[in-house]
Structure formats: C-alpha cells, structure tokens
C-alpha cells in the first residue's frame, strides 16, 4: 500500500498522482521514490490509463529532497549513497519515459527534485505564486541527477543562470525558461490541467506513446552511462565537507560557513 503518494483514475483513464508528504512539503524520502518509481511502472502499463496528472498535497509542490534522507547519504558507505543515488535516477527516468502523455499541477513552492519531477512531465502548468529554485549548492550539493532533464527542458545555455547560484526565481521566469508551459490564475489550475488532460481523450494511445518515444529520440540521450554518471557525481558530492556543513547547517537553523554577509 502506498503511504508517501496516492494514485486515482477516473472512468475515462485519466489518472491523478499526488505526492502525499504535506506535513513535509512533500519532499522526496527513499520510500517516495521508491513508490513514484512503482506507480510510474503500474500507470505506464495499465491500457485503461489515457493521461496522467501530477499533483501534490498542501501548500508546497515538492520542497526537493528530504533533508534527513540527504544526511543519512552524508553518513553512509560509498556503496549505500551509489544505490541511493541510482535510485532517484532510475525513478525520474521512469517518470520521463512512461509512455502516457504526464502533466505537472505546480503550485507554491518547487526546489531542487520538484524542478526535476516537472521537467520530466510533458507539460508543466503552474501559478503565478510558484517559487523556484535548484537549491541544491546553497546546501554543498549539486544537481546531478536532476540535472539531464532540466537541461533537456531549458537548454544547457539559460540552466546556467539557476543551476550554480541556487537562486530562486519566479513562475515568469520559469515559463521563460521553459519550465511552465502555462501560467494561470489559481482559481483556473485545476480546469485548465483537466483540459490539457482531456484532450487526449481524442488521442490514439498508442499513437500517443509512440510520438512521445520518437520525440525522445531526437534530443541528446540520457541513457544508462550519463545516469550513472550523475549518481556518482551526486555520491562524490555527498562526501565532500561542504555537503556536511551545509545539511548540518539547515538541521541547526544557522548560515553555513561560506555564507557572506
């Protein structure tokens, strides 16, 4: 039974995931992942699914990692923090290569893994409220497993300008960026998410998974070697001093050591 995540699919196959970590604004735990990687492989199979919508509970869309599974990785062997790292890999490519048309309800706040989990989705339609940022070296870590579907959603070019400052930015600039496809009001999220949803409707599925496979096809892969590769630079990170002064930092509520001013 699903515990961190709830899946509903309507009578016509549109399916409704939704990250159910309010109380911890629905950052990604090991259990998470590993039940987002399980549901993408159940929808992704199941004919009756014609378009899934990824949603969130409470006022935060994913706050990124979890903090304390982060720090168990500080803590870990070199063995542990590779299969952590893999794991979190191997979810959002589940995710990004699921061959059912899958579209981001944003709202509040995105950092770090959220950025990831949205740009994996086919359409992202988001708030004017929306707050991101890929957080990640404000911590001592970096970007590493998110970072192939970030780049492949806003070009390697204009993910500079977020993806070492750690800065955050609005949903203007995210749709600038490419990270929304829409920005609407929030009293009109919800009908205008179902809209784009209920448009495959009239869609051939199998059609459907196929245009999505072919576009795949045409950017720079993100196969096994440039996965496995970024787990081992998230792994690498994990050990460096940096990243346990700056998770420390976070749990102590002060400024890490490199912090100015």
């Known amino acids: 039974m699903m515990e961190t995540i709830r899946v509903d699919t309507d009578g016509r196959g549109i399916a409704t995931l939704t990250l159910a970590r309010a109380e911890k604004h629905n950052a990604m735990s090991g259990q998470m992942i590993a039940e987002l990687t399980e549901a993408a492989g159940v929808l992704g199979a199941d004919p009756g699914v014609r378009a899934v919508i990824l949603a969130a509970e409470g006022p935060t869309f994913c706050a990124g990692g979890d903090l304390g599974w982060m720090r168990a990785q500080v803590d870990a062997d ?16 589940a995710l990004d290569r699921m061959p059912k048309p899958l579209i981001a309800r944003v709202h509040g706040n995105a950092f ?6 949205l740009s994996v ?5 988001g708030t004017p409220e929306v707050l991101m940022g890929l957080t990640e070296t404000r911590l001592g870590l970096i970007p590493a497993t998110i970072g192939p ?4 959603r806003v070009g390697p070019g204009r993910a500079r300008s977020v993806f070492l400052s750690g800065r955050r930015f609005d949903a203007d600039t995210a749709r600038d960026l490419g990270l929304l496809t829409r920005v609407v009001p ?15 409707l ?40 940096e990243a346990v002064e700056g998770i420390a930092a976070f749990f102590d509520r002060r400024p890490a050591a490199w912090v100015e001013g």
């Open 121 to 125: 989705c086919d359409m992202a339609i």
């Open 186 to 200: 929030e009293f009109a999220l919800d009908a205008l998410v179902m809209e784009e949803a209920e448009a495959f």
């Open 78 to 93: 070199r063995a542990t923090r590779m299969a952590e790292a893999n794991k979190l890999a191997m979810m959002l490519r």
């Open 202 to 241: 009239s869609c051939a599925p199998g059609a459907v998974g196929a245009a999505k496979q072919l576009l795949a096809g045409f950017a720079a892969p993100i196969d096994d070697a440039l996965l496995d590769r970024t787990a081992a630079a998230l792994a690498d990170q994990w050990e460096q001093p």
């Open 112 to 117: 770090g893994g959220g950025v990831g989990l």
């Open 149 to 152: 579907y970030v780049a492949a």
